[in-house]
């Protein structure tokens, strides 16, 4: 603790005088601050650099806010050449001839990180509860021998092969909160003490992104054993998600309309990058109302038909998967050894033309790299 208020003692005085002097950027207030916290705080050589960057952070950020600026959080940072790890030992060179050790208690996921070689480690951030380590990775890519369309809708995530994710605990947790919340605001409407305890969103979120972590590992997981490259749609619009007529107000509608999916969409485009899966967007333009078999586009179609038959050629199709091999379609990304019917030209289909010829075969081989 003594090591963190001394840290965010400096840093308060780095802002101190970069208000008073009004000096403008990071590097400038770190050459101004050098000797001033070596001489003050007897502190190593890089310590000030990364006092420079936390203080310049937070004067960036106040300076939007109009506000006097100042450290209030307990935290310290340490550049990658300031610490080393030893197994679950941290140590940290902070004033100088003196080294802190800091033993960090850690699962087998965290420590798996620690012993990874192939990761390179970034700055170490300290707070009063948590050691956080940045590290980055360099992934090998995984040269995709299929393309995998994946929809997502209220209740899962499917694959254009037809495997079936369940996300409906999203559309449950959001539910059960929604309601003790509504509740909560009905009885209480002005009481914003009780409203930080009672009816915060963070546990919600907190949950749901959770949920969400899992659904996106299990999916790159599988995309990665199967060599697939992950085809998803560029969301638009409210129109997922939420259907009108359920328990929530419009603007409360509109807020959380999109937001699982997106963020269902970043982890999943995260954790591809990790794996080294490639991943790409293709519009979402009627991905659900086109018929897979014969591209008919049925504009009749409505949200609640969760299986419809195509009027043009008779083929019953399920919502979902229909959407996902849609989606999976429209991908671009080359895959090894493809052989897929040719001509089925996304914009075309997307107009509404209707397709006369018969498909031709094309072989689409990547170039070697
Ligand atoms: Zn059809």
């Given amino acids: 603790m003594e090591l963190l208020e001394t ?23 770190r050459d101004r601050i050098y000797e001033d916290l070596q001489k003050r705080y007897h502190v190593v050589a890089c310590c000030p650099y990364s006092v420079a960057e936390v203080a310049w952070s937070i004067v ?30 941290l140590s940290v060179a902070f004033r100088r001839s003196e080294r802190i050790l800091i033993p960090l208690r850690c699962g087998d996921y965290q420590r798996s990180f620690l012993m990874d070689t192939t990761i390179r480690r970034g700055s170490v951030t300290i707070t009063d509860s948590a ?42 947790v959001h539910t059960e909160y929604g309601v003790r919340r509504r509740d909560f605001y009905q009885r209480h409407p002005l009481d914003t003490r009780l409203k930080k305890k009672y009816a915060s969103t963070r546990r919600e979120r907190e949950r749901i992104n959770q949920l969400l972590h899992r659904k996106a590992k299990e999916i790159v997981r ?27 107000g419009k603007a409360r509608r509109r807020m959380i309309a999109q937001w699982p999916f997106r963020v269902l969409q970043s982890y999943i485009v995260y954790k591809a990058g990790w794996e080294g899966v490639r991943v790409e967007f293709v ?5 659900s109302q ?3 078999k014969c591209r008919y586009i049925n504009k009749k179609l409505k949200l609640t038909e969760r299986e419809w038959r195509c009027p043009n050629c008779g083929a019953i199709l399920d919502r979902d998967l229909n959407a996902a091999i849609n989606i999976e379609r429209r991908g671009k990304i080359p895959c090894l050894g493809e052989v897929r019917p040719g001509a089925l030209d996304t914009d075309e289909a997307v107009k509404g ?16 790299t």
């Fill in 290 to 292: 086109t018929c897979n």
């Fill in 222 to 248: 599988e995309a990665k054993s199967e060599s697939q490259a992950i085809v998803l749609e560029r969301l638009k619009g409210i129109r997922y998600a939420h259907p009108k007529g359920n328990w929530e």
């Fill in 60 to 89: 960036k950020k106040h300076r939007k806010w109009h506000r006097r600026p100042y450290a209030k959080r307990l935290m310290m940072k340490m550049d990658g050449q300031n610490y080393s790890l030893n197994y679950s030992i």
């Fill in 7 to 29: 840290f965010r003692d400096m840093v308060n005085h780095a802002i101190h005088i970069c208000i008073e002097e009004n000096i403008k950027g990071r590097l400038k207030l």
């Fill in 131 to 172: 050691v956080i380590i940045a590290f980055t990775k360099e992934a090998s890519p995984v040269e995709p021998m299929k393309r995998i369309g994946i929809d997502l809708n209220e209740k899962s995530a499917v694959r254009s092969d037809g495997t079936r994710y369940d996300l409906s605990e999203v559309a449950r």
């Fill in 283 to 287: 519009s979402a333009a009627r991905t």
């Fill in 353 to 368: 033309n209707e397709q006369t010829s018969a498909p031709i075969l094309r072989a689409e081989v990547s170039k070697p």
